[in-house]
């Protein structure tokens, strides 16, 4: 049997950018992705903790070391700049692998998304 576990999350990050003429997806600097093991196309669902909405997209890479988190396209409509988000990835493994897995969560500063 095979059940869906949290794989990586990034704890509180900042909207910094909402792009709404955009095709879709989350833009979210490297450095963040590298700490949290996400890599781009990466399917995540968003939490965003200011107005309680949650989204599924996918992640484009963003410049590193800038702290970026922009929501692009439809998503766009869904924070304002200055939002405090929850960024989750999942993985589909096998039931008994899953009982000792440890999925990899990243904490930033959300003053700058960068990593403490």
């Known amino acids: 049997m095979f059940i869906e576990v949290c794989k990586s999350k990034i704890h509180k990050a900042t909207i910094t950018e909402a792009n709404l003429q955009y095709v879709g997806s989350i833009t979210i600097d490297e450095d963040l992705m590298d700490a949290a093991n996400l890599i781009e196309n990466e399917k995540v669902q968003i939490l965003n903790l200011n107005n309680g909405e949650r989204l599924e997209t996918y992640v484009i890479r963003g410049e590193r070391g800038t702290g970026r988190i922009c929501l692009n396209g439809a998503a766009a409509r869904k ?38």
Do not use: H
């Open 79 to 116: 924070a304002q700049v200055g939002d405090v988000v929850i960024i989750i990835s999942y993985a589909m493994m096998d039931f008994e692998e899953a009982k000792t897995f440890k999925p990899t969560l990243v904490f930033p500063d959300t003053a700058t998304n960068t990593l403490v």
